[in-house]
């Protein structure tokens, strides 16, 4: 073998940050080392993995294909690290889960309450992404497992059924829905939103209803969660759509009305997904199965 880890970690870091100098920076090294050492790397294979431009660093064709299975290679040799490090200070695992804010605030503090009171040896890293984003890590080995809204397109993944969740409608009390127990969404496009940031599945599932509808989504303001989406309305810049179980609490002491909508799309399911099942790690498999059978 002509590499090792440290070959793989600076190639890694040079094509995701698309710069030599803020790969450096990253990697707290020197510039040239890194450059030296990955054309030593691309000489002993005859083949370009990086394309250099006035525009800064690209992989070649030959280096996507690499830049993948790198990633899964420094997944897995820094999973065995954890575990062996683990193991040395009496921690039988730990576990890489990115998730939703739906599912961080909803579902997940008293299922994982539960989970490490009955396995007080296993460590679980939670890290709340949008769910392309989610899917992305899991695909990549960079999550062992994650949780989603929407089913991801092009990634082949296995999903499991969670749970279900809610979308409502937020606004004054004053406003001239308020009053209103349940509202069909096409008439909210008349008002000013204040929607989530553009990467989230919510923010896409409010373009496409609103496109089914025929109508613009009027957004006033966009943030980036859920309390501040309700900070916003209370404030009167705009209504806004929500998960119910995720944003009671603000809704109520921010004083705001809640409507049903009657759109089926409202009705959300959430999905475990996972790469592979039979690569997961045995505390992964646990924390895995206690979700999949505490499911709604």
């Known amino acids: ?9 600076l190639f890694v870091a040079v094509a995701e940050a698309g710069s030599i100098a803020k790969a450096a920076e990253h ?24 394309v250099r431009s006035s525009k800064g660093i690209d992989p070649t ?15 897995q040799a820094g999973q065995l690290d954890r575990e062996l490090r683990g193991y040395s200070s009496g921690i039988r695992g730990q576990v890489r889960v990115f998730a939703n804010i739906s599912a961080i605030v909803e579902f997940l503090p008293s299922a994982l309450a539960e989970f490490l009171s009955a396995h ?10 949008v769910s ?36 409502v409608l937020i606004v004054q009390p004053d ?6 127990g349940q509202v069909d969404f096409c008439e909210t496009l008349d008002f000013d939103f204040v929607g989530l940031h553009g990467d989230s599945s919510l923010h896409y599932r409010l373009l496409r209803a609103a496109a089914d509808a ?10 980036t969660s859920f309390d501040a989406v309700c900070a916003m309305v209370a404030a009167g810049l705009g209504i806004g759509v929500v998960p119910k179980a995720a944003t009671t ?48």
């Open 214 to 223: 025929g109508k613009p989504l009027n957004l006033k303001i966009q943030v």
């Open 132 to 167: 392309s984003i989610v899917a992305r890590a899991v695909a990549e080995n960079r999550a062992d497992f994650g949780i989603v809204s929407e089913i991801p397109a092009g990634k082949d993944l296995t999903m499991i059924p969670f749970r279900e969740d809610e979308l």
């Open 61 to 75: 064709p030959s280096g996507l294909a690499i830049l993948a299975r790198a990633r899964s290679i420094l997944y």
């Open 1 to 9: 073998m002509h590499f090792d880890l440290k070959d793989l970690e």
């Open 175 to 180: 406003h001239p829905l308020g009053r209103r």
């Open 27 to 50: 990697c707290h090294t020197v510039a040239s080392a890194i450059s030296k050492r990955l054309s030593d790397f691309e000489a002993r294979y005859g083949t370009a993995l990086l």
């Open 249 to 296: 609490p603000y809704t109520a002491s921010l004083g705001l009305a809640t409507l049903a909508l009657n759109d089926a799309w409202a009705q959300r399911r959430l999905h475990l997904c996972v790469r592979s099942l039979q690569g997961l790690s045995a505390a992964a498999q646990l924390l895995l199965e206690h979700l999949a059978e505490a499911r709604a």
């Open 120 to 129: 007080p040896q296993i460590q679980v890293h939670l890290e709340e992404q």
